[in-house]
């Protein structure tokens, strides 16, 4: 499964943007999709899951961050509001091949798109 992420770009803080992950050739609709983000020097870190057994945030992201499914593209987004300097990152997004769980460890998922760059300036 090849994963192709977007939508990322430059926003000043309190600005939104909305990334999306598409599978190549094959809807997203039955994996379980995670969003992870790494920033220069730190390690990459768990953001937002939706599987069937619902969705789940990281603290730092709940109440500012939702992710969706849009079953007719097959593709998964991630709405980033609110967003805050801290929020810079490559975002990457990642599926795997089960449907249940909260799925927030990175070693949960098989497959994994290139990351798409965050930046928010203060």
């Known amino acids: 499964v090849q994963l192709q992420a977007s939508g990322g770009g430059l926003v000043q803080a309190g600005g939104s943007l909305r990334l999306s992950c598409a599978a190549s050739g094959r809807t997203l609709s039955t994996y379980g999709t995670g969003w992870f983000r790494q920033a220069p020097g730190k390690e990459r870190e768990f953001v937002a899951a939706l599987s069937w057994s619902g969705t789940f945030y990281a603290d730092s992201v709940k109440g500012r961050f939702t992710i969706s499914r849009d079953n007719a593209k097959g593709t998964v987004s991630l709405q980033m509001n609110s967003l805050k300097p801290e929020d810079t990152a490559v975002y990457y997004c990642?599926?795997?091949?089960?449907?249940?769980?909260?799925?927030?460890?990175?070693?949960?998922?098989?497959?994994w798109g290139q990351g798409t760059q965050v930046t928010v300036s203060s």
């Open positions: 990642a599926a795997s091949g089960r449907r249940f769980g909260t799925q927030i460890a990175a070693s949960e998922y098989n497959y």
